[in-house]
């Protein structure tokens, strides 16, 4: 297994293996990896010869306040899970908004990452002007987070597009704004854009994402589809632990009560599932069984809805194939979780 950090190969890589004859496959993940993202790679094996499965943190879907210096990361572990999976690649770039620049190559961002603010050249004229020091300053500290493994905090001018050094995003109009949008409004963007980017790095032929993450899937199901990527996207099932809870990298976060009162989510849903095939049928009465159970035991729903499974569009009654999903806290940790629905026959 090939652990590859710049881009430059990742695509040289890829290209090498199409011209070879083989297909490729990308698993994108956020690492801290459990049973869930080793289904999407199991799952990936069947449509392509070789698996590329990245591990970036990406800074750009976490608005200032959210919880990426927390995320949970173990690169070593995830790199020996992967090993015994016979994945092909690893791609885990040290900051994919870097423009070829001294950033992606760890010599240079050594240097850049020192606490001594020895610039690379083509840093100094600007760095006279008070407005471009800052930009210089805020890039360092940025470096400096992004030398730790897999990055590290909020790369905060990436959210400020007059400061920032991206400043194209992807934004698929009406399917990020429901939902997980409706409180995230960047979380899309940044998500969309970043797989964009892997998409133009890895060139897969097919793409693997969980249903865990519905919104996410579908958002990037238009995102290709709207954009042309030669890239097949497969939806897989949500995995969950025995007790019901959705497999998360942020699980590990909860507390043991925590825990316990998150295990009203998945029994919510397994609830109204069962009232839907007993012919139950109001949607609103799905969604108020949902928030007064994980209410009942502790979490603060961010949101509960029952929306076509298509187009995310809320319904009043379950007439056509629907999902329902949920976004909850317990404690500082926001969980989701969904279930997809048949209407009664
Ligand atoms: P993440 O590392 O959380 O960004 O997730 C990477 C990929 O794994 C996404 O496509 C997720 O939807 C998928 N995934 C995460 N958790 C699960 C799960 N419990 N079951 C299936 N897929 C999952």
């Not at 090498?16 to 799952?43: D, N």
């Not at 927390?70 to 908004?97: A, I, M, W």
């Not at 990037?220 to 809870?245: H, K, N, S, T, Y």
Request: net charge negative; hydrophobic share 40%; glycine share 6%.
């Amino acid at each position: 297994m090939e652990v590859i950090k710049e881009k430059k190969k990742m695509r040289e890589w890829s290209r090498a293996q199409r011209k070879a004859g083989e297909s490729v496959a990308l698993v994108p993940t956020m690492g801290f990896l459990h049973a869930g993202h080793l289904s999407l790679i199991t799952e990936a094996k069947q449509h392509s010869t070789k698996v590329v499965v990245s591990i970036y943190v990406n800074p750009t879907q976490f608005a200032p306040g959210e919880d990426l210096s927390t995320y949970p990361r173990d690169l070593e572990g995830d790199l020996h899970k992967l090993k015994s999976l016979d994945v092909d690649v690893v791609f885990n770039p040290y900051d994919l908004y870097a423009h070829n620049g001294p950033e992606e190559t760890p010599d240079v961002a050594k240097e850049a990452g020192s606490k001594k603010r020895n610039l690379p050249e083509r840093w100094s004229t600007a760095a006279e002007q008070e407005e471009k020091k800052s930009q210089v300053a805020d890039l360092q500290d940025s470096l400096e987070e992004n030398l730790k493994p897999n990055g590290g905090m909020a790369v905060a001018n990436m959210h400020d597009e007059n400061k920032g050094r991206h400043e194209t995003w992807i934004r698929v109009e009406r399917l990020e704004k429901p939902l997980c949008g409706h409180n995230r409004p960047i979380f899309f963007r940044g998500v969309v854009t970043v797989v964009a980017k892997l998409f133009n790095i890895v060139e897969p032929d097919v793409a693997v994402f969980g249903k865990k993450d519905y919104q996410q899937w579908r958002v990037l199901c238009r995102m290709a589809q709207d954009l042309d990527f030669a890239v097949e996207i497969i939806g897989c099932p949500l995995l969950r632990e025995d007790d019901g809870l959705a497999m998360s990298s942020r699980n590990v976060r909860l507390s043991d009560t925590e825990r316990q009162q998150a295990l009203s989510i998945s029994r919510s849903l397994k609830e109204i599932e069962a009232l839907v095939k007993m012919g139950e049928v109001d949607a609103n009465l799905l969604v108020k069984c949902i928030i007064e159970k994980i209410t009942a035991a502790g979490g603060k729903v961010d949101y509960a809805k029952i929306v076509e499974q298509d187009t995310l569009r809320e319904v009043d009654k379950i007439k056509v194939p629907v999902v329902a999903a949920v976004a909850a806290h317990f404690g500082s940790v926001r969980l989701i979780d969904n279930v997809e629905l048949q209407p009664p026959s």
